[in-house]
């Protein structure tokens, strides 16, 4: 349930044989929309207009930059990347793609002088390479499956890909006569992920490429039952070229159904291409190990690495492996923050990382002999990726609470801004302010909360407020920018934004991460209380007028406010959240997320954690609710069952409980199809006017 995992870039992709789509082409080629800003505000509908910069990538001498562009047709009701290159200071930014489909993983080929890419072929996606300008495409593969992602070797002789291979019995597998019936077969545990029952699962594949096309493709994994990269969040990132373009490092969690649904144990494994000879680097090691990269000189091997396995939230170390000994060693082991992302310096003696702390998520930088952590760039944002230029400079992406990514230049005291896509639509926007609060909690600490107030803002007038409520439910309430979830969007519509970092969020030590496992319906729901308390004294508060809102985790945080919140609360708002924890620990598919979150079974009756958990189930408070409460649910939702939210929405009209529910039949944990997205928007917004704003009642 935590989703702060990467995610691949999957567009729907079509091949073209030159840089630009003629026009006797019908398909629509959707490009940046035209948008008018009136009066100031920022509407559902700009939300979409917002084009998602992406991808950067340091041309080999590091004198230019690759990028990615995605905008949205609401029409279409999907969406389109094109590539773009700049020089490294930000001049000369030329789009170098113009198509009807999406050009996804592109980086750098031969020097600089070709783009390898994905793009959408007769079967699926297929890796193409053109000029550096955009001219003279060609498809270079012709997968059966298609692919995932991909990554050249260093000598750029081979090609790394990801593809699906069959898993599992179909019922015509077993029974060749019945071709037409339509059913699964199951006899253990991971049937179904995410949102998908698992009748396919991700191999690392490797193939020779002779500059126009890929042959000797194998798989190295070939028979094995297990994913690499693992589903449902896992990408390139999980897969790496050792230096000498001779072996792959590869993530794989080697289990199979029950077993895989217990544990969180991944290792990372080495393959040598010549004898085809697989070997674990990282066994005894018994939580997630992730993100492999190897440093500059080849002498040593980085990565992420959680220590408990079943617990997918632990602390994420850094780890190095000195490859010649064997030798591992723990970077953070003194340092009580989890780390995002990674990046080894150009001489090999530090790693760059990003970690949530204290708010944001800035960049840092460790050294390997003395484990000194020290601040590169923290300013009040969150950075998405880091790739360093030179011993002084990186190239990032960074967002924030106000605007989503841009690509930008930083360092030490430095900073410039390289990438303008949302500049002018932000410009015309009436301004949010963002202010950082330190709340007392019941417990005697003080907790970070966020608080957004709307454009125009007048401290003598009386405001409607949202409390935000995370989910994850250990995933950090930093600068974050979310397309749905968006704070400044729901400021702008004229409430105050509370938004705390309660107990069970990163970014605040180990203990304030941890706290929440096994106290579901404990000291954080005294936290969110805290928040909403703290900021009922402020004189500019409509104290008959907060509602709560959240997803995920964040949706079983409504359901239980709303048996508790004792009048605080005048509506709320749950998407895809737990109203039943007894029926969420059968019904969801990662078993070891309800074992360690829960603390065990409902069954377990001596289980004095989990026995708890269950007692303080949402759905055991419905005659308490009071507050009336919208519900949304993605029946593609096999994280937590769209019927968590039907059952609450059948207690509320049964309590006679003034309510709504949204039901997308086609999407999953999110809503990402944009028609849908903008109709969630509208609803939203439609709730809470109803309730909140005194004179649309």
Same mark, same amino acid.
């Given at each position: 349930?935590?989703?702060?995992?990467?995610?691949?870039?999957?567009?729907?992709?079509?091949?073209?044989?030159?840089?630009?789509?003629?026009?006797?082409?019908?398909?629509?080629?959707?490009?940046?929309?035209?948008?008018?800003?009136?009066?100031?505000?920022?509407?559902?509908?700009? !939300?979409?207009?917002?084009?998602?910069?992406?991808?950067?990538?340091?041309?080999?001498?590091?004198?230019?930059?690759?990028?990615?562009?995605?905008?949205?047709?609401?029409?279409?009701?999907?969406?389109?990347?094109?590539?773009?290159?700049?020089?490294?200071?930000?001049?000369?930014?030329?789009? !170098?793609?113009?198509?009807?489909?999406?050009?996804?993983?592109?980086?750098?080929?031969?020097?600089?002088?070709?783009?390898?890419?994905?793009?959408?072929?007769?079967?699926?996606?297929?890796?193409?390479?053109?000029?550096?300008?955009?001219?003279?495409?060609?498809?270079?593969?012709?997968?059966?499956?298609?692919?995932?992602?991909?990554?050249? +070797?260093?000598?750029?002789?081979?090609?790394?890909?990801?593809?699906?291979?069959?898993?599992?019995?179909?019922?015509?597998?077993?029974?060749?006569?019945?071709?037409?019936?339509?059913?699964? !077969?199951?006899?253990?545990?991971?049937?179904?992920?995410?949102?998908?029952?698992?009748?396919?699962?991700?191999?690392?594949?490797?193939?020779?490429? $002779?500059?126009?096309?890929?042959?000797?493709?194998?798989?190295?994994?070939?028979?094995?039952?297990?994913?690499?990269?693992?589903?449902?969040?896992?990408?390139?990132? +999980?897969?790496?070229?050792?230096?000498?373009?001779?072996?792959?490092?590869?993530?794989?969690?080697?289990?199979?159904?029950?077993?895989?649904?217990?544990?969180?144990?991944?290792?990372?494994?080495?393959?040598?291409?010549?004898?085809?000879?697989?070997?674990?680097?990282?066994?005894?090691?018994?939580?997630?190990?992730?993100?492999?990269?190897?440093?500059?000189?080849?002498?040593?091997?980085?990565?992420?690495?959680?220590?408990?396995?079943?617990?997918?939230? $632990?602390?994420?170390?850094?780890?190095?492996?000195?490859?010649? +000994?064997?030798?591992?060693?723990?970077?953070?082991?003194?340092?009580?923050?989890?780390?995002?992302?990674?990046?080894?310096?150009?001489?090999?003696?530090?790693?760059?990382?990003?970690?949530?702390?204290?708010?944001? +998520?800035?960049?840092?930088?460790?050294?390997?002999?003395?484990?000194?952590?020290?601040?590169?760039?923290?300013?009040?944002?969150?950075?998405?990726?880091?790739?360093?230029?030179?011993?002084?400079?990186?190239?990032?992406?960074?967002?924030?609470?106000?605007?989503?990514?841009?690509?930008?230049?930083?360092?030490?005291?430095?900073?410039?801004?390289?990438?303008?896509?949302?500049?002018?639509?932000?410009?015309?926007?009436?301004?949010?302010?963002?202010?950082?609060?330190?709340?007392?909690?019941?417990?005697?600490?003080?907790?970070?909360?966020?608080?957004?107030?709307?454009?125009?803002?007048?401290?003598?007038?009386?405001?409607?407020?949202?409390?935000?409520?995370?989910?994850?439910?250990?995933?950090?309430?930093?600068?974050?920018?979310?397309?749905?979830?968006?704070?400044?969007?729901?400021?702008?519509?004229?409430?105050?934004?509370?938004?705390?970092?309660?107990?069970?969020?990163?970014?605040?030590?180990?203990?304030?991460?941890?706290?929440?496992?096994?106290?579901?319906?404990?000291?954080?729901?005294?936290?969110?209380?805290?928040?909403?308390?703290?900021?009922?004294?402020?004189?500019?508060?409509?104290?008959?007028?907060?509602?709560?809102?959240?997803?995920?985790?964040?949706?079983?945080?409504?359901?239980?406010?709303?048996?508790?919140?004792?009048?605080?609360?005048?509506?709320?708002?749950?998407?895809?959240?737990?109203?039943?924890?007894?029926?969420?620990?059968?019904?969801?598919?990662?078993?070891?997320?309800?074992?360690?979150?829960?603390?065990?079974?409902?069954?377990?009756?001596?289980?004095?954690?989990?026995?708890?958990?269950?007692?303080?189930?949402?759905?055991?408070?419905?005659?308490?609710?009071?507050?009336?409460?919208?519900?949304?649910?993605?029946?593609?939702?096999?994280?937590?069952?769209?019927?968590?939210?039907?059952?609450?929405?059948?207690?509320?009209?049964?309590?006679?409980?003034?309510?709504?529910?949204?039901?997308?039949?086609?999407?999953?944990?999110?809503?990402?199809?944009?028609?849908?997205?903008?109709?969630?928007?509208?609803?939203?917004?439609?709730?809470?006017?109803?309730?909140?704003?005194?004179?649309?009642?």
């Amino acid at each position: 349930m935590n989703l702060t995992k990467t995610t691949i870039i999957m567009a729907s992709l079509l091949a073209t044989t030159g840089n630009a789509v003629s026009a006797s082409e019908t398909a629509e080629i959707i490009s940046r929309p035209s948008f008018e800003v009136k009066d100031g505000k920022f509407t559902p509908e700009l !939300i979409e207009a917002f084009g998602q910069v992406g991808n950067p990538q340091l041309s080999p001498d590091k004198k230019k930059l690759l990028y990615s562009v995605t905008f949205t047709s609401i029409a279409a009701n999907k969406g389109n990347t094109e590539l773009w290159v700049m020089d490294i200071d930000g001049k000369n930014n030329k789009q !170098i793609t113009t198509t009807t489909e999406s050009e996804a993983n592109a980086v750098w080929l031969n020097g600089g002088k070709q783009i390898a890419f994905l793009y959408k072929a007769d079967n699926g996606l297929q890796l193409f390479v053109m000029d550096a300008d955009g001219t003279n495409r060609k498809q270079i593969s012709s997968v059966e499956k298609g692919l995932g992602g991909f990554a050249f +070797s260093p000598d750029e002789k081979k090609v790394l890909f990801i593809s699906n291979v069959k898993y599992g019995k179909t019922v015509t597998d077993c029974y060749p006569d019945l071709d037409k019936a339509n059913a699964f !077969i199951v006899d253990d545990l991971m049937y179904k992920h995410w949102d998908e029952w698992v009748t396919e699962i991700p191999h690392p594949f490797i193939a020779d490429y $002779d500059g126009e096309k890929l042959t000797g493709i194998t798989d190295i994994m070939e028979g094995e039952p297990y994913e690499s990269p693992m589903k449902p969040f896992g990408g390139m990132e +999980s897969l790496a070229w050792t230096p000498d373009s001779k072996g792959v490092v590869y993530v794989s969690r080697k289990k199979t159904g029950k077993e895989y649904s217990l544990s969180t144990n991944s290792d990372l494994y080495l393959y040598d291409i010549a004898t085809k000879q697989t070997k674990n680097l990282t066994e005894g090691m018994m939580g997630y190990d992730t993100n492999p990269v190897f440093s500059p000189k080849g002498d040593k091997l980085a990565w992420l690495s959680m220590e408990r396995d079943g617990y997918e939230s $632990d602390k994420n170390r850094i780890y190095v492996m000195d490859m010649q +000994s064997g030798e591992k060693t723990d970077l953070t082991s003194d340092w009580d923050y989890t780390v995002n992302t990674i990046a080894w310096a150009p001489d090999s003696k530090s790693i760059y990382f990003i970690a949530p702390y204290h708010g944001p +998520s800035p960049i840092f930088q460790i050294d390997l002999k003395t484990k000194k952590v020290e601040t590169i760039a923290a300013q009040m944002c969150d950075y998405a990726s880091v790739t360093p230029v030179d011993s002084k400079k990186l190239i990032a992406l960074r967002h924030s609470l106000l605007y989503p990514n841009e690509i930008f230049m930083v360092g030490k005291d430095y900073e410039q801004q390289l990438t303008n896509v949302n500049t002018d639509l932000l410009s015309q926007l009436d301004p949010v302010t963002v202010e950082k609060h330190l709340v007392p909690t019941t417990d005697g600490k003080e907790m970070l909360t966020w608080v957004l107030l709307p454009p125009n803002f007048d401290k003598n007038k009386k405001y409607p407020a949202i409390l935000y409520c995370q989910g994850g439910p250990q995933q950090a309430v930093s600068q974050f920018w979310s397309s749905r979830w968006n704070l400044r969007l729901m400021a702008s519509q004229g409430y105050v934004i509370i938004a705390p970092n309660r107990r069970g969020l990163p970014g605040f030590g180990t203990e304030w991460n941890e706290q929440i496992s096994g106290d579901y319906g404990g000291q954080n729901m005294k936290d969110y209380f805290a928040a909403v308390d703290y900021m009922k004294e402020k004189s500019y508060i409509d104290k008959d007028h907060i509602g709560a809102t959240g997803a995920s985790y964040g949706g079983f945080s409504v359901y239980w406010l709303a048996g508790h919140h004792e009048k605080r609360f005048a509506a709320l708002l749950a998407h895809a959240g737990i109203f039943n924890t007894e029926a969420q620990y059968l019904e969801t598919e990662e078993m070891w997320f309800a074992n360690w979150d829960f603390g065990g079974a409902p069954w377990d009756k001596n289980n004095a954690i989990a026995q708890r958990t269950y007692a303080n189930s949402p759905h055991k408070f419905v005659d308490k609710w009071t507050a009336p409460i919208m519900i949304t649910v993605g029946e593609k939702d096999y994280r937590i069952l769209a019927s968590q939210g039907m059952m609450a929405f059948n207690a509320a009209q049964l309590r006679g409980i003034p309510s709504h529910m949204l039901v997308f039949p086609d999407e999953n944990h999110w809503i990402l199809k944009p028609q849908n997205a903008l109709l969630w928007q509208r609803e939203f917004f439609k709730w809470f006017d109803k309730w909140l704003k005194n004179d649309n009642k």
